[in-house]
């Protein structure tokens, strides 16, 4: 995130001088964090407190103000009243947050918006459409994914009550459709768009409490518009659509992101591409933020510490554009920048620290930034409370404020050591904003970022020209579609780049590590970094210190297997077989030479498998087999394909679920894996492994002759062997029946070593196949605190009865199977004392 203004022209010597001689003018820094401050409190604050708290902060005021003022009068010079005027601007800020954020607020709980929500009600109200409309992340709920539902933030202005009379009102709700077919029509609607809605209110979520209810549209079909929206946002709804269309044919990656980055349109970004942003701590780029409207107004302007002298940069000294003319044009692009890319937190602080700085330049007076960021905060939390909420303001406002005191400093610290100026001036920026923006991260998110600052330092030089091919494809797209997929090819360019490092970034083994969450952790890790901060300027005063820290770096990140081996004991050296822990579904892994394995289901999340994968250290995967189309089973595709050779991905004949079958077939297609299906009684064999497939088999359902009709009972159900002798049954998800029918289709099945529970240990097991089977290592896969009772307390006293050892990923975490026969032993993760059947 950077300030409008790139602070690259703050971190040259000649600013650096600058910032020496001239002290920072933070006269407005405190009376713009009282108003925040009092905005945040006043949402939630109820009466009388909110008019007890403005009453006295104006009396106050005043009883500072009317002396002074009478004082100069006499005097008339306001010398050494600095501080008496400072402390009066102070508490007229906290009245004004106070008031603004009381009167906004009181729209959460007065009408009968909120009245209908309490009692869980039905209502039919007209609301206007606040923001764009978007769809939720898919999610997996046991063995079935939940569909997307479609999400809208809207203002209710009339209720109809249950006597047909209408009440207006003013309401901020937060509308869920789940539209089926009509999901297209949802998604095409424009802010200022007039809907009628006939829904059931629920009071609003834990964390969502700006809005006053919470309404769940009845029915599938499309919206009932009552009112067009209004013509700038038609305008800009066809800007973005042609934007979008001239992406159309830009690889996948580009395609999805390059909207994104220029006007902040996410529709088409998938999970596992959000997912290396969030990882790499670059989702920033994904979000329209304050470099978009920089880099525009850099071209116009040129950098604002020239923009009033003669020497001015940018296009419009060279257009012949006077100061006057420069700022009422680039006024008007703020506000079509605003329009266009929605009035995010990050946009309108962007939007209001541009135009405080243009106003300046119009007017011909000088104006620093950082009185500028202060003016735009004071002007924003007064005119929107609920951003004084948001991380997503805070974050901006934080990145920002760094990138205009700590990186010029830290920019010239490094010159100092011989650090190239360009380098030096990346390096710093990037630094400053992880190091206060980190703190608040890890508050909702849990982990840090090891590779943030790299990541960063490599994305950015692609950031401005992907930019301005953006928006130079958005400003063509309504003359001509030609020319803008021209432009639109050329940003691909960048943006690739740019993604390619989220990519190549989050697939590091140590990207990410966790960290305590909530504000105890957040204080936490401002402790550490403000030590590490101290440390660094102390100690490294030579090339040598900072090439060890970044070596550490390196070991942490890559974390070779070899070394994670012997700091963590996992993998155990010569495993054969393990169950990841991938919450409630199923990934297993059967060893098949160094970093070779066949991988048997891919779990519910692609992150937990893909992790997995890499503490074992698979890199090669011959054979991918999913042993039914269950989401448990196989949402977490993406993540065991992520930088993995895998040869082919072998699938159940039951394509049911079908959805979650389409979703296998066009992932495999998208990586360009070949899909086939296992023929009755196949065997195939690998480096050290040997299988055979037992199930299904001709005529394998409920009855002798009949087909599987479920998912379940059609496992794909695996009989392997290792070259030293370890017997597995890997039973999928097969339920009683399928179990019987594997008995019938294969009387003499051996007794094995492992067994990894069918159907996460669920009280559905046939007691012979239990019996028949007799394991010595019973491997159960389920998540903790799963609402399903697994893994059921009658199925893992039938094991023990017949002697085996049983572990369950719930508890024990991953577990890896080591040794053979008399020395076969079970080895949890972060534990390194094995067990023993």
Not at 2 to 8: D, I, K, R
Not at 287 to 297: D, F, H, K, R
Not at 622 to 646: E, I, M, N, Q, Y
Not at 654 to 659: D, I, N
């Amino acid at each position: 995130m950077t300030a409008v203004g790139s602070p690259e022209t703050e971190s040259r010597p000649e600013a650096a001088d600058a910032l020496e001689e001239r002290p920072a003018d933070l006269r407005l820094v405190l009376p713009a964090l009282a108003a925040w401050g009092a905005a945040a409190v006043g949402l939630t604050a109820r009466p009388p407190w909110p008019g007890v708290t403005v009453l006295g902060c104006l009396v106050a005021a005043g009883a500072i103000l009317v002396p002074l003022t009478v004082g100069v009068a006499r005097r008339r010079s306001w010398h050494g009243a600095g501080n008496r005027v400072a402390a009066a601007a102070v508490l007229l800020c906290t009245a004004a947050g106070t008031a603004a954020g009381a009167l906004r607020g009181a729209d959460l709980y007065r009408g009968p918006v909120p009245e209908a929500a309490g009692k869980y009600g039905s209502i039919t109200a007209e609301l206007t459409v606040v923001t764009d409309p978007r769809t939720t992340r898919p999610r997996t709920w046991g063995d079935r994914a939940a569909p997307p539902a479609v999400l809208l933030e809207a203002q209710v202005v009339r209720v109809t009550t249950a006597h047909g009379e209408p009440v207006a009102t003013r309401a901020p709700v937060l509308v869920i459709v789940r539209p089926g077919a009509a999901a297209g029509a949802w998604l095409g609607l424009l802010p200022s768009t007039r809907l009628t809605l006939s829904a059931r209110a629920e009071p609003p979520p834990e964390g969502e409490g700006r809005f006053a209810a919470v309404l769940k549209a009845r029915g599938t079909g499309p919206p009932r518009i009552t009112g067009p929206p209004t013509t700038a946002q038609r305008v800009a709804g066809d800007l973005r659509a042609g934007l979008r269309q001239a992406t159309d044919s830009l690889p996948p990656d580009a395609r999805a992101l390059l909207p994104g980055l220029v006007v902040g349109d996410t529709s088409r970004i998938g999970t596992e591409l959000q997912e290396a942003f969030k990882a790499t701590d670059l989702t920033h780029l994904l979000a329209v933020s304050g470099s978009n409207l920089a880099i525009v107004l850099f071209l116009l302007i040129g950098p604002p510490g020239r923009a009033l002298r003669a020497e001015r940069g940018g296009l419009a000294p060279r257009l012949g554009m006077s100061l006057r003319a420069t700022a009422l044009f680039g006024g008007a692009l703020t506000l079509g920048f605003v329009v266009v890319c929605r009035p995010e937190p990050s946009v309108l602080r962007a939007a209001a620290c541009g135009a405080i700085t243009l106003l300046a330049i119009g007017t011909g007076r000088s104006r620093s930034l950082l009185p500028a960021l202060a003016a735009a905060v004071l002007l924003l939390v007064l005119w929107d409370p609920w951003s004084a909420r948001t991380f997503g303001f805070l974050l901006s406002v934080l990145a920002t404020g760094s990138l205009l005191t700590l990186a010029p400093r830290w920019s010239v610290g490094l010159r100092q050591r011989g650090v190239p100026a360009r380098c030096a001036g990346a390096l710093a920026a990037a630094a400053a904003a992880q190091a206060v923006c980190a703190p608040v991260v890890v508050v909702f998110a849990e982990r840090i970022s090891l590779v943030a600052i790299p990541c960063s330092v490599l994305a950015e030089p692609a950031v401005a020209p992907a930019t301005v091919l953006g928006f130079a494809a958005l400003a063509a797209a309504p003359v001509s579609t030609a020319a803008a997929e021209l432009l639109a090819r050329c940003a691909g360019w960048p943006v690739q780049w740019i993604a390619g490092v989220a990519r190549t970034g989050a697939g590091l083994p140590g990207a990410q590590a966790e960290w305590p969450g909530g504000w105890w952790g957040a204080l936490l890790l401002a402790a550490v970094t403000t030590v590490g901060m101290l440390m660094v300027r102390r100690l490294v005063r030579g090339p040598w210190p900072a090439v060890g820290c970044a070596l550490l770096l390196v070991l942490v990140v890559l974390r070779p297997p070899s070394l994670m081996r012997i700091v963590t004991g996992w993998p155990p050296p010569g495993w054969s077989f393990a169950v990841c822990d991938v919450g409630q579904g199923d990934a297993a892994v059967l060893a098949a030479g160094e970093g070779t394995a066949v991988v048997v289901d891919a779990g519910p999340d692609p992150a937990l498998t893909d992790r997995c994968l890499r503490e074992l250290g698979v890199s090669r995967v011959p054979l991918l087999l999913l042993t039914h189309f269950h989401a448990d089973h196989v949402a977490g595709l993406p993540g065991a394909l992520r930088g993995r050779s895998v040869g082919a991905i072998q699938t159940t004949t039951l394509e049911e679920p079908r959805e979650r079958a389409e979703f296998v077939y066009r992932t495999a297609e998208a990586a360009g894996v070949p899909l086939i299906r296992p023929g009755p009684g196949e065997r195939r064999r690998t480096a050290g492994l040997t299988w055979q497939v037992l199930w299904p088999v001709p005529g394998s359902g409920p009855e002798p002759g009949t087909k599987p009709e479920e998912p379940n009972d059609a496992s794909v159900t695996l009989l392997a062997r290792t070259d030293e002798g370890v017997s597995l049954l890997l039973l999928g998800d097969l339920e009683p029946p399928a179990q019987q029918g594997l008995m019938r289709a294969h009387p003499a099945l051996p007794r094995v070593d492992v067994l990894k529970v069918a159907h996460h240990g669920s009280a559905f097991q046939h007691p012979a196949l239990l019996a028949a089977a007799r394991p010595r290592l019973a491997l159960i896969s389920c998540g903790r605190g799963n609402p399903y009772g697994h893994p059921s307390p009658r199925t893992v006293a039938a094991l023990r009865s017949q002697g085996a050892l049983v572990m369950r990923t719930d508890i024990d975490g991953a577990i890896a199977v080591t040794g053979s026969g008399g020395g076969l032993r079970a080895v949890a993760r972060g534990s390194r004392a094995p067990r023993a059947p």
